[in-house]
């Protein structure tokens, strides 16, 4: 019975291991199908996640290169006329100060009074100097008179020496006494001359012809010598007959300008008077601050009519015409080294081109040098724009 229990036993047992076998294959099969389906998500997540690295990369190193628009320089026409704004300055314009210390006493001028040189203007009461005067000349007298009482004691002994009745020792003093009176007296009259010279300045005259513009002072204010403290400054007298003007001429103006050319002077207060004069001077070099001639123009004033101080347009008349660039205001950089222009060049990139600037128009900018007019200006460059750095052109921008 055992035999055939057993065989029964395993019988029963075959097929359950076979199915047992059958399940694990299964597993396994679902297990490495599980796998692959979780190596291909995670191979499509890290594909795309790449392919974000990338296009983010991409797309930062398109924001990193700046956009600019571009403009060319307008090419003004030429200018046949130059007008610049001036103010009228006298002539000859001079304070006048006093040269010694007291009260004034009187003035005999006021404001807009025409003098002639050496015409009185103050009288300056000095007692004090009046006094030092008579002191000195006091003293001159004395040193006169001890100069002759020393001039006869030295005689005496001269003639006692020849006698032999003093000696060369005293004979010598007595000498040296003499000579030391003259020496007192020339100290004495040269003290004398320079207080009576002091006191020459308690009258005050006009140094020149001219208008007083200024007076400064009146009867008893108390008066210094030199031009030290508060209100030392008596008066002002300025020669208004020619007038003078300074202009500062652009440097590309600059060489039509010379001694010989004539100006025309308007000055908005008298309509339609016009005023002739003449270019006399220039300071022959161009102010590297401001890129300009400092130029000088005399204009007859006879009349008097152009005043000091005021407002004048100048009006030359140009013989040589000179081309003119202008571009947008906001196209100029403004660097420690001077102002610059970015201009883009082959390739795109930037190059800051020094300039220039003449004439602000407010929404245009007058380019003398340094730009031409095939040049492609960047428009509102950032501050941090480099030479040498690679832009992109804005579409829409004009090209040469």
């Known amino acids: 019975m055992e035999p ?13 291991q076979e199915r047992h076998q059958q399940t694990r294959r299964k597993g396994l099969v679902l297990a490495l ?12 997540g890290i594909a795309l996640r790449l392919a974000e690295q990338r296009a983010l990369a991409k797309e930062t190193e398109r ?6 628009e571009l403009v060319h320089p307008t090419v003004e026409p030429p200018q046949s006329e130059l007008m610049l704004p001036s103010t009228l300055q006298a002539f000859i314009e001079s304070p006048i100060f006093a040269r010694t210390n007291g009260y004034l006493g009187h003035w005999y001028r006021d404001i807009g009074a025409k003098v002639k040189k050496g015409d009185l203007l103050a009288d300056i009461e000095t007692p004090e100097v009046d006094q030092e005067l008579m002191q000195a000349r006091a003293a001159r007298d004395q040193a006169q008179a001890q100069l002759e009482l020393a001039k006869v004691s030295a005689k005496r002994w001269e003639n006692l020496r020849r006698m032999d009745a003093v000696t060369q020792q005293e004979t010598d003093e ?13 100290a004495a009259i040269a003290n004398v001359r320079r207080l009576e010279q002091l006191e020459s300045f308690k009258h005050v005259y006009a140094p020149f012809s001219g208008v007083l513009t200024i007076r400064n002072t009146d009867i008893g204010a108390l008066v210094n010598a030199g031009n030290g403290g508060p209100n030392q400054q008596l008066f002002v007298l300025a020669q208004i007959d020619p007038i003078r003007i300074f202009v500062n001429v652009p440097e590309a103006d600059s060489p039509s300008i010379h001694p010989g050319v004539r100006a025309d ?5 008298l309509h339609g008077l016009h005023f002739t004069g003449s270019v006399v001077r220039t300071a022959r070099a161009i102010d590297p601050a401001t890129r300009t001639l400092n130029t000088e123009i005399d204009v007859p004033n006879s009349n008097g009519q152009l005043l000091p101080g005021s407002y004048a347009q100048v009006h030359f008349a140009l013989r040589e015409q000179v081309r003119r660039l202008t571009v947008p205001a906001n196209a100029v950089l403004f660097r420690a080294e001077g102002p610059r222009v970015a201009v883009v060049g082959p390739g795109n990139k930037v190059r800051l081109k020094p300039v220039s600037i003449g004439t602000d128009f407010g929404i245009t900018t007058e380019i003398v040098s340094g730009l031409e007019p095939s040049d492609r200006v960047v428009l509102s460059p950032s501050d941090s724009l480099e030479d040498g750095e690679t832009v992109e052109v804005a579409p829409g921008s004009r090209q040469p």
Request: aromatic share 4%; net charge negative.
């Open 4 to 16: 055939q229990v057993l065989e029964v036993e395993r019988q029963e047992q075959e097929p359950n």
């Open 33 to 44: 199908v599980l796998a692959l389906v979780f190596m291909v998500i995670a191979g499509a």
């Open 63 to 68: 924001i990193a290169v700046p956009t600019v």
């Open 174 to 186: 007595r000498s040296s006494s003499f000579t030391q009176g003259e020496a007192n007296l020339n």
């Open 265 to 269: 002077i308007e000055v908005s207060e």
